[in-house]
């Protein structure tokens, strides 16, 4: 049995899965859900499609892929988690990726933004190159996506964590969890 909380505490745990709060009220406002599932479809649906100006709320909350993120806020340690990759004491691949994002943030005006979890920092930079030749509206719509697809993996940490007889957790379906909620 799932025990998804409701009004304040859910719109709070959906800002932090995603800090736009047209569609945390949005969401929240369907509660109670019957289940997971059912919280999840409907957060995909409230994110499809997120509005530039949504897009650009959202990103103040993200820190650059590679950087630390600063806090001990709950999206911080989505954060944390997510860009956790196994080659990060690479120094070159780091400072190609610290490069890659000063030449993205001077293209497009925003810091890079990719779904983290579950890529290596090689894939991530290759990602970053290829969408530096985007055109601004594609790659508007990439990010939109990216911040739908992070929300709703952070969304299905937190539906782990509220059910009462919690599945097996493994790295692969947990590897957005932040340190401390493992």
Same mark, same amino acid.
């Given at each position: 049995m799932t025990t998804i909380p409701v009004g304040d505490e859910l719109r709070t745990a959906l800002l932090a899965c995603l800090a736009v709060p047209r569609w945390a009220d949005a969401v929240a406002g369907q509660a109670p859900f019957a289940s997971a599932a059912d919280l999840i479809e409907a957060a995909r649906a409230a994110a499809t499609p997120l509005p530039r100006s949504e897009i650009d709320e959202a990103m103040a909350e993200h820190p650059r892929i590679g950087e630390k993120p600063a806090?001990?806020? /709950?999206?911080?340690?989505?954060?944390?988690?997510? /860009?956790? +990759?196994?080659?990060?004491?690479?120094?070159?691949?780091?400072?190609?990726?610290?490069?890659?994002? *000063?030449?993205?943030?001077?293209?497009?005006? *925003?810091?890079?933004?990719?779904?983290?979890?579950? @890529? +290596? *920092?090689?894939?991530?930079?290759?990602?970053?190159? *290829? @969408? %530096?030749?985007?055109?601004?509206?594609?790659?508007?719509?990439?990010?939109?996506?990216?911040? @739908?697809?992070?929300? =709703?993996? @952070? %969304?299905?940490? =937190?539906?782990? /964590?509220? /059910?009462?007889?919690?599945?097996?957790?493994?790295?692969a379906t947990d590897s957005a969890a932040p340190r401390d909620a493992r």
């Open positions: 806090g001990d806020s /709950q999206a911080a340690g989505f954060s944390r988690a997510e /860009q956790a +990759s196994v080659d990060s004491d690479d120094a070159e691949l780091a400072a190609a990726v610290a490069d890659g994002n *000063r030449v993205y943030e001077a293209r497009f005006d *925003r810091v890079f933004l990719i779904r983290a979890a579950g @890529r +290596s *920092r090689r894939e991530i930079l290759a990602e970053l190159r *290829r @969408r %530096l030749t985007l055109d601004d509206d594609t790659e508007a719509a990439i990010v939109g996506s990216e911040l @739908r697809d992070i929300a =709703l993996l @952070r %969304l299905g940490v =937190l539906a782990r /964590q509220w /059910q009462d007889d919690p599945v097996q957790k493994t790295e």
